[in-house]
C-alpha cells in the first residue's frame, strides 16, 4: 500500500496573524479528513473487510493501537485483526 497518497500536500497555516489563518486551517482540516476516511476505507479494502458489519469497529481498533506509530503500523494492525476475523468466522 502506498501511503504517500495520503500525505496532506496543504501547508499547514502557522502563523495566527495571517488574515486568511482561518480559512486555510479549515481547508487544511477538510483535506485531513478527506484523506483519512479514504485511508481507512483503502485500507479495508485491502485487507478484505469493506463489507463487514463491524468495519468501522475493526478499524478504530487498528487506529487505536497503531496511530502513533503512523499509517504503515495502524495498517499492520488492521492486517492482525483481519486475520484473526477470518479464522474465527471460519
Known sequence: MDFKKYDNLLP???????????????????M???????????????VGLADHPKKHVIYSKAW?????GGMSEVFGHLLDLAEF??????
Do not use: V
Request: aromatic share 8%; glycine share 4%.
Open 12 to 30: 499547514y497555516p502557522s502563523r495566527k496573524s495571517d488574515p486568511n489563518y482561518d480559512n486555510r486551517l479549515g481547508a487544511y482540516r477538510d
Open 32 to 46: 485531513q479528513h478527506r484523506l483519512m476516511m479514504k485511508f481507512e476505507d483503502d485500507a479495508l479494502t485491502e
Open 64 to 68: 487505536q493501537d497503531g496511530h502513533s
Open 85 to 90: 476475523i477470518s479464522d474465527l468466522e471460519r
